[in-house]
């Protein structure tokens, strides 16, 4: 699973994408409220680490999570 950290412009806020080993999107979710979009796509238990990476994680940067 990859997770992308996008920077917004404007009025457009900074979000976040999960997706697939095929790349495919699993979910986008603004980065200040990530819980329920990660509870509905069942990854509610790792929410603790995911949050962490998306923190440290820079904007525009693809990283490869290991769950």
């Known amino acids: 699973m990859y997770l992308i950290k996008v920077k917004g412009v404007a009025k457009i806020p900074d979000y976040v994408q999960l997706r697939d080993e095929e790349f495919t999107l699993l ?20 929410s603790e680490y995911i949050l962490k990476k998306i923190e440290e994680l820079p904007f525009g940067q693809v990283y490869k999570l290991e769950l």
């Open 27 to 46: 979910a986008y979710f603004r980065v200040d409220r990530p819980e329920k979009s990660l509870d509905k796509i069942g990854l509610a238990e790792h």
